[in-house]
């Protein structure tokens, strides 16, 4: 095993990211800047066991791996060059227990990129009052990954974190969505015409402005000619992809993801219980309305 692992921690914004980079690296962190550009590079060092460092990178905050700013094209162009010396061994992926849906779309995407990738579910002490349940073993084996559940908070699931990342190299890289079913003719003709580039890759680099290392195109015997789609149609497929993403994710939190409004507990969720009931909360809507109203006109 390398004396040093590179692991990327990445994840939607608000989710935690940060305060989990905090409790990895302690002190032993640096702040600068990505070369030639603004956005600022958060670095540290965690100790792992048998004296295993690893080599923690912050990546700016990103809802999917279809960029929209300079900060998310950051982590993309990371994720997609194996040549860059910080490219990571393993993913960590951050997510929110009470936004996992939306979470787990940049998830899945890392996992197409045949990355090794870790889900942290952060701000597991807010699922009591919430009322949410998980069945971690069910959702690890549908997501064909490890799950450290987490509370930055009370500072709980951290070392089981570093012991996944230790341990990182008996993750499965295997894709979790055959991304030819978002346009099978298209990415047919494709893989035929780069086939030693990897499918996936290949899509997000022609969906997006990113560097990336030169792609050959190798000739075909067939003479088989590749052109690609309009920026209005590339941006449909990729809305369908995002949909077809969001299918998957909905069937697997079906199973392995409950929420329970009568079990929740503490003073949010008593107000959810009385503002949602059928009959007192019409009767509180009705009396905001109508205190609106006399404020309003008297």
């Not at 050959?216 to 590749?226: D, L, N, V, W, Y």
Request: one cysteine or more; a positive charge.
């Amino acid at each position: 095993m390398s004396k040093q692992i590179n692991v990327a921690l990445i994840g939607n914004p608000n989710t935690g990211k940060t305060s989990v980079f905090n409790q990895l690296t302690g002190l032993k962190q640096k702040v600068g800047n990505y070369p030639g550009i603004t956005v600022e590079k958060k670095e540290g060092i965690c100790k792992l066991p048998r004296g295993i460092r690893a080599h923690i990178l912050d990546l700016p905050g990103t809802y999917s791996l279809n960029t929209t700013s300079l900060d998310e094209s950051v982590a993309v162009e990371l994720l997609l060059n194996k040549n860059d010396k910080d490219h990571p061994d393993v993913a960590v992926v951050i997510s929110d227990v009470e936004n996992l849906k939306r979470n787990l779309l940049l998830f899945t995407q890392i996992k197409d990129l045949k990355i090794p990738a870790i889900l942290v579910i952060n701000m597991a002490d807010r699922m009591a009052r919430t009322g949410i349940s998980l069945n971690i073993p069910l959702l690890e084996e549908q997501l064909d990954t490890k799950i450290a559940l987490v509370s930055t908070r009370k500072g709980t699931g951290i070392e089981t974190l570093k012991e996944l990342i230790f341990d990182y190299k008996n993750l499965s890289n295997r894709p979790l969505i055959d991304v030819k079913v978002i346009a099978l003719d298209y990415f047919e003709r494709l893989q035929t015409t780069f086939p030693k580039e990897d499918l996936y890759k290949l899509w997000l680099v022609i969906t997006q402005d990113v560097n990336f290392m030169p792609i050959e195109k190798i000739p075909i015997k067939e003479r088989a000619t590749f052109a690609t789609k309009s920026k209005s149609e590339l941006k449909r497929l990729q809305q369908k992809e995002t949909i077809l993403r969001y299918q998957f994710i909905n069937g697997i939190l079906k199973e392995s993801y409950k929420v329970d409004l009568a079990a929740a507990k503490g003073l949010r969720a008593g107000f959810d219980k009385v503002l949602t009931h059928k009959v007192f909360g019409y009767l509180i809507f009705f009396v905001i309305l109508l205190s609106l109203f006399q404020a309003i006109y008297d």
